[in-house]
């Protein structure tokens, strides 16, 4: 999978492409383990260039979800759109992750 890093203030940033699902879940899963370990601020996923996600790609963030929180850091998501934001919704996970429309929108709101 295609992704991008960068930091942006107090957190780290990860930008994800077209997918997020079975197939490319294993390519970002080592990537989340280093800025769990190796970052010290928040983790905002941008999500705005994800067209498919499936479950594999929602357990992913749910346990960097729960590994950010026991370390009392967050987790946003950013510019979730179109199928990927109504599964999120249905399944109410935007009610436990927070989502915001860029990094400007989540630095604004912290």
């Not at 879940?25 to 067209?51: E, P, T």
Request: aromatic content about 8%; some cysteine.
């Amino acid at each position: 999978m295609d992704y991008a890093t960068w930091n942006a203030q107090s957190c780290d940033v990860i930008a994800l492409n077209s997918q997020f699902n079975a197939e490319t879940v294993n390519d970002v899963r080592s990537h989340f383990d280093r800025l769990i370990k190796d970052c010290a601020g928040d983790v905002l996923v941008d999500m705005s260039l994800v067209k498919e996600l499936d479950s594999s790609g929602i357990g992913a963030l749910v346990f960097l979800y729960k590994r950010l929180k026991i370390e009392n850091r967050q987790l946003a998501l950013l510019g979730v759109s179109g199928k990927p934001n109504e599964l999120l919704t249905m399944l109410r996970i935007n009610q436990t992750i927070k989502q915001y429309d860029n990094v400007d929108d989540y630095m604004s709101n912290h």
